[in-house]
């Protein structure tokens, strides 16, 4: 039997709901990853020092026995945060970044940023401290399907100018064109990539039905993009690394009338990651963009641990307890070739 043993690997971008949810999606992040950079974006959303230490707390005692998991926390950028807040989070050791959403981007987002200069201050700030930028690259107008390359060229662009010393990841990355402009900018600029992306393209949202387990935001692409995430993620380049994006929403919440975005890959995001790499032969280069990339980018130790895959053909649920509901985790029902052994 084949295996493939890495260093362990660590989430730069996951959504783990609150309170009863939390059991579900914090164990099964813990189950592949050490560290986990957690999203803000609750209801209401994480935009002060105490809230995030109180949602890190409700995080670490939703852990099982056995599973050991460092939850480091962002911030939700809104037009009225305080410089003063930025510099308190800069100096929090478990605090490492704070979240740009454009308001009513994407899930949760009515609160986020309504115009990019409101947050000059807060980016000069960010700046200053060595606190990271996080973005949802989109725009909220125009072609669903143009919307991160728009970002790009009305607002990232600027950005880079603006602040040449502010550290910033372009979060799940969608097109060529993000691919493009991450390569073509210092190395201030990284990107996270998720394993729908890697894996599917718009064709299994959108052909012969939609299929509201596919939807997220920003929404699955040609099949061109998908290939110029694989070459990217696999090509060893430190500006791009694991990020999941899992963000689990209850199956009434997705099949409704107006279904909620967000995939939920936390289940088998490790499996799901060594599967893209598998299908372009680049398994070799799948510990340096899981293991080594975000946490040198985040100038954060690497781990020490080690994960072990098995190549060893299994097939994922389709449906999954969540809280008092369940989930439809992503790909649900179908093979996948690679799985993480069991703990010795």
Known sequence: M?????????????????????SRS????????????????LCPPITTIAAA????????AALVPGNDFDPLMTLYLTDTMTVETIQQAAAHPQIIA???????????????????????????AMQTH???????????????????????????????????RLRMVLEHITTQDAVDFVCAQGPQLAASITPQHLLFHRNQLLAGGIKPHFYCLPVLKRQCHQHALLKAASSGNAKFFLGSDSAPHSLDAKQSACGCAGTYSAYSA???????????????????????????????????????????????????????????????????????????
């Open 2 to 22: 084949k295996t493939l043993t890495l260093t362990q690997p660590d989430d730069w971008h996951l959504h783990l709901r609150d309170g009863a949810l939390l």
């Open 53 to 60: 230490e109180a949602y890190r707390q409700r995080i670490l």
């Open 270 to 344: 490790l499996e799901f990651y060594a599967q893209a790499f598998a299908s372009i032969d680049a398994l070799d280069k799948l510990e340096a963009f899981a293991s080594f990339h975000g946490a040198d980018f985040y100038r954060l130790p690497r781990n020490q641990g080690q994960t072990t895959l098995v190549e060893k053909p299994w097939q994922l649920p389709e449906i999954l307890p969540f809280g008092d509901t369940e989930v439809v985790p992503l790909a649900a029902g179908e093979p996948l070739t690679w799985q993480l052994a069991a703990k010795a």
């Open 98 to 124: 704070a979240k740009l959403y454009p308001a009513h981007a994407t899930t949760n987002s009515a609160a986020g940023v309504s115009d990019i200069k409101h947050i000059y201050p807060l980016l000069e």
């Open 26 to 41: 914090v164990n099964d992040s813990a189950r592949q990853f050490k560290r986990a950079l957690i999203m803000p974006n």
């Open 130 to 164: 060595g606190l990271t930028l996080c973005i949802h690259g989109e725009v909220t107008h125009g072609d669903i399907f143009d919307r991160e390359k728009a970002f790009i060229d009305s607002t990232l662009t600027r950005l880079c100018q603006d602040f040449p």
